[in-house]
Nanobody, 117 residues
């Protein structure tokens, strides 16, 4: 599956940015699409996810009430977004989109988000 991310870049404290993730049509059933991030010198951490069939969403405590994960319901695309509001310097990281099916996870190329202090 091909995953293409866009958006992100340089933000400011209290500002907003939006990330997009488009996954090519797949021959398998997507279970979940999600966002993860990795700050310099740290491991990759979960940010938000959406179950593909039911639409249940989950957020990390650190982004709850600030970030919103959503999807494009056009049946011809597998697209999710991450609206990031009230940005903080600790949100600085490389953000990765993931597509999950039973038994496998596929990753996007990553998108840098920087929020200077």
């Amino acid at each position: 599956v091909q995953i293409v991310q866009s958006g992100g870049g340089l933000g400011q404290s209290g500002g907003s940015l939006r990330l997009s993730c488009v996954a090519s049509r797949t021959s398998f059933t997507i279970v979940t699409m999600a966002w993860y991030r990795q700050a310099p010198g740290k491991g990759r951490e979960f940010v938000a996810s959406m179950s593909w069939t039911v639409g249940t969403v989950y957020y990390a405590d650190s982004v709850k009430d600030r970030f919103i994960i959503s999807r494009d319901f056009d049946k011809n695309t597998n697209t999710i977004y991450l609206q990031m509001n009230n940005l903080k310097p600790e949100d600085t990281a490389m953000y990765f989109c993931s597509v999950q099916k039973l038994g496998a996870v596929y990753w996007g190329q990553g998108t840098q988000v920087s929020v200077p202090s």
